[in-house]
């Protein structure tokens, strides 16, 4: 059983902030062995164009008897009916600093492409039709 929510404030700062995290929390019932296998557990997902990082995740393991075990990014561990897997994924790093405007974006930059092959080709002779 389990439940999911955002962190919020997890992005990182910038004229575009970076994603919140999650947080999703699953509660065993049987005897099992939990594998991890993520990333960005130690280092913080980064910024560009002056945007600030994101925030790390974190994977933890609330045992039944109140203990709680940082799992580190990489793992496989006994968990025991009632004990609580807890992940928290990172956010994603902004982009441009605080003062950025819109056209400076990279998606305001791209370059229009040309519309090409056998159904544009379609397209323009029915239109000049």
């Known amino acids: 059983t389990g439940s999911s929510g955002i962190n919020a404030e997890y992005g990182g700062s910038g004229?575009?902030?970076?994603?919140?995290g999650l947080e999703r929390r699953l509660?065993?019932?049987?005897?099992?062995?939990?594998?991890?296998l993520t990333e960005r557990r130690?280092?913080?997902p980064y910024g560009l164009k002056g945007g600030g990082s994101g925030k790390k995740?974190?994977?933890?393991?609330?045992?039944k008897n109140g203990q709680i075990i940082?799992?580190?990014?990489k793992c496989a561990?006994?968990?025991?009916?009632?004990?609580v897997f807890v992940l928290q994924t990172p956010g994603g790093g902004g982009w441009g600093g605080e003062?950025?405007?819109?056209?400076?974006?990279p998606s305001a930059?791209?370059?229009?492409?040309?519309?090409?092959?056998?159904?544009?080709e379609y397209q323009r002779l029915q239109e000049s039709a």
């Open 27 to 36: 509660r065993f019932r049987r005897p099992q062995t939990l594998c991890c």
């Open 42 to 44: 130690s280092t913080a």
């Open 109 to 120: 930059k791209r370059k229009r492409t040309e519309v090409r092959g056998s159904v544009a």
């Open 15 to 20: 004229a575009f902030p970076g994603g919140d």
């Open 57 to 63: 995740g974190v994977n933890l393991l609330e045992r």
């Open 77 to 83: 561990i006994d968990v025991h009916p009632g004990d």
């Open 99 to 105: 003062k950025e405007t819109v056209e400076a974006a």
């Open 70 to 73: 940082n799992l580190g990014s």
